[in-house]
């Protein structure tokens, strides 16, 4: 049985506050064993497939999966102190699995719901032990790299005009099955490309990746993607002056404050729709492409059971005569969800399921302004990032409470990454804190910020 290796408080080089100097590794960092190689291949790996690069290629993704939990199966019990240890703060998200089991009874399609949820269950738990075994920055950094080598494959099938790498309408979505699917994790490269840059890690292929992300996210002409890379653009030099010294960090303030005033002083002023214009220029109509009739059909199946709902997975069965089967001819398309994560879950698993879910973004949002408030590079807004992120990204996509998705995965790796941090960062504090008392006058150590050691 593998011994469990210490894990380093924020104090020191390398722990879970990261602290590291510009353009290096941090240091004392765990030793790359033949089993911590292993755990990085799973990481990235299983990042892979839940991105849905392999989505096109069904088989491969199958095979892909059954391998992830072989693997996972192996990793809980060589390190089964830290698995425990990552279950018990998962806390709430593993409530999920709970309730998507407990469907089965109320199940239209009971033997669907029974597989989906082993599916969901095995995701939840493989995120809660990514969790207990990736800092912040290293899952920052897995993902980085992941989706900078889907970009890349992405961009050369586009430039190739490879035929799977356009939809049914010639929209660009790479090697994902959707052209939301290609914004969506572009907007989660520019998060972290923001973050690694603001740290200095890599700063040369930071910003090639970031240029990648603005180029893919217009070729797949995603309006959700769209608006939040405009977003994180605007914030950016907020967040890379962030508890740097004063007078840069109040020029990045009034600069950011100037753009938003001049922005909404415009569209007052000439009466701009800014939503109608988004669209008309992407050549979509404002019911966004028909989708308003897709949430309406959504919003019928809530009236019939909104306590419970249908039951996990439920409803696109896919089987004929089926309502799911009358809506794909409706809307001529091979649709497998509503486009909404909170109108799928509810439809799913009713007004329970969709509490459970804002609840636990709230208990997410908890730990995340804990280790904002703790943290000491910019890493540590990875977390609040991601859940901004989400909310935005539910809005035009099935994200949530769902089996091998990546959202799914980074959610409850990322809560148990950020519980580890601000636990420790709180002990080291308190052993700072005493440690200065018992020299006798000095007074509460203050956070270094952003800066480096």
Known sequence: MAAEPHSPTPAQPGALSERHPPSQEPAGQEPLTLLRALEWAFLLFTILAASYAFALQRPVETLSWYLIYLTALGLFILRYGTFLSALWLMGPLLLWPVLAATSYFWSDTPNQTLRATIQLTMTVLIAAYLGGRFSLFDICRGLFWVMLACALVSLLAILAKLGFAYDHNGIARGIFPHKNVLGGRMVLLLICSILLFAIGWKRPLVLLAATLCLLLTGFSRSATSIVMMFGLCAIAPVLLTWRSPGPLRLLAYLLAAMVGASAAWFVLSYGIDPAGLALDALGKERTLTGRSVLWDFATGMIAQRPVLGLGYNAFWDGNDGSLSSYIQYVMQQNLKNFHNSYLDITVQMGFV????????????????????????????????????????????EYALFRQHSLIQILLGALFVASLRYGASARDSMLESTLSALGKGGARLPQTTGWRHN
């Open 353 to 396: 399921g969709l509490f459970l879910t804002l609840a636990s973004g709230v208990w997410f949002g908890v730990a995340a302004m804990r280790v904002l408030r703790y943290g000491s590079d910019a890493t540590a807004a990875l977390p609040i990032f991601f859940l901004a992120f989400v909310t935005v990204y539910s809005l035009s």
